[in-house]
């Protein structure tokens, strides 16, 4: 069985989990003919200015044949011309009512105005380079993906069965809350005998120590495989039921082939990355389904690793969805952008948005947070079927 090398690289820390991954990550970029790497380097060191230039007129520095930014048609030129589909569907009335049962099955529930947002149609683009492979562009509406974050941040990451990889190294409160008082003081475990073991504060979490949090099934990223199969463990809790409801509530775009039992939800800070990988721990192959939220990323994904992989430009409300052969192609992350946040999410105050009852006093204060914090951030929401059928 192929490994699991998920890494999302490392800014220089001393914790033992962020070693863990570092190391990982350090030993899986050394296979050879990996067709990734290189552009690995090249966007590295891209500016968010020099990116944008280079999706609107890719320049010949770099293999560009495979470069996709949706909201660039320029950048469709450079593709294959039999590559491309671009299909137009209406916005039916079932997929904008499944917005709105998302929100209303949220715990925080944020008020929403109307749902006018949402556009008349929407688009699939799929790739006959990635069979299977559907991307769609803004799909998801600012009030979806604000009461998203909301629901990670207040509902998903507090609940005691969802594990992050800040939990082999710190005592987090319970529940946890990752906006309370900045300072507050993270210790290690008692039992903790390594010496990188040392203290941090709340808003060190805040700022770049959280990697990310496991939903439903609890996907062990050491032992790369989940602990168990068997649904409603500690193990493997049930499914948050606001995002079935928007992952099941939606036919036209998720198309029903997905049953959500877990999730791994990736916080990115500026400059990280994700290696190439495979996600083949589950027993099924339905669809994955990848939600995006803040910063704007350059995402790689290719059946092969040695083949040039299509370059995808990301950005806050996209939906990517791999099914049929894509669902184990080998993808990661190129880099993400600072600063790229939508204003939406920027300018978003929680605290201004909910009924003030639903707030414990001790948070209040730090939900004002939530926007400035979105702008360095990415939030990836990967969705995935563990069991058959
Ligand atoms: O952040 C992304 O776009 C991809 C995340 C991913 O591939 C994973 O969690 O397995
Ligand atoms: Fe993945």
Redesign the pocket.
């Known amino acids: 069985m192929l490994s699991r090398p998920?890494a999302l690289s490392s800014a220089s820390s001393n914790n033992v989990a962020d070693t863990i991954l570092s190391v990982r990550q350090k030993s899986h970029l050394q296979d050879g003919n990996n067709s990734f790497k290189p552009l690995y380097k090249f966007y590295r060191h891209l500016s968010y200015g020099e990116f944008d230039d280079f999706c609107y007129e890719p320049a010949s520095k770099l293999e560009t044949q495979t470069l996709l930014d949706p909201l660039f048609p320029e950048s469709y030129k450079k593709l294959h011309p039999d590559d491309l589909s671009i299909a137009n569907y209406p916005t039916t009335v079932d997929c904008i009512e499944s917005f709105g049962k998302f929100i209303d099955a949220s715990k925080s529930r944020i008020s929403v105005g109307s749902m006018s947002q949402c556009a008349a149609t929407f688009e699939e683009i799929t790739l006959k380079s990635v069979p299977g492979l559907r991307i769609y562009p803004g799909i998801l509406t600012p009030d979806v993906q604000r009461q998203l974050i909301v629901n990670v941040i207040e509902e998903y990451l507090p609940q005691e069965a969802h594990l992050t990889n800040l939990h082999p190294s710190y005592m987090l409160p319970q529940p946890f809350h990752l906006f309370g008082l900045p300072s507050a003081t993270i210790i290690p475990p008692s039992d903790m005998v390594s010496a990188a073991a040392t203290s941090t504060t709340l808003g060190a979490l805040q700022e770049r120590k959280l990697r990310w949090v496991t939903l439903g099934g609890q996907y062990n990223w050491t032992a790369k495989k989940y602990p168990t199969f068997e649904p409603h463990t500690r193990e493997f809790p049930d499914f948050p039921l606001s995002l079935t409801t928007l992952l099941k509530g939606a036919p036209a775009i998720f198309k029903d082939r997905i049953n959500p039992q877990a999730s791994?939800v990736?916080f990115?800070s500026d400059g990280d990355i994700?290696s190439p990988?495979q996600?083949i721990a589950e027993l099924s192959n339905a669809d994955l389904v990848?939600v995006?939220l803040g910063c704007e990323?350059i995402?790689f994904c290719g059946l092969a690793k040695d083949k040039m992989p299509l370059q995808l430009r990301?950005r806050s409300g996209d939906v990517i969805v791999m099914g049929g052969d894509s669902r184990f192609a080998w993808?990661?992350?190129g880099r993400v952008w600072d600063k790229t946040t939508p204003d939406y999410l920027a300018a978003f105050n929680y605290y201004e948005n909910v009924e003030n009852g639903r707030i414990p006093a001790n948070v209040a204060s730090g939900r004002k947070r939530y926007g400035q914090w979105m702008l360095s951030k990415r939030i990836?929401l990967?969705v995935r079927q563990m069991l058959e059928p």
């Open positions: 998920d791994i990736n990115y994700l990988h996600d990848s995006n990323a995402f990301v993808h990661g992350v990836n990967n």
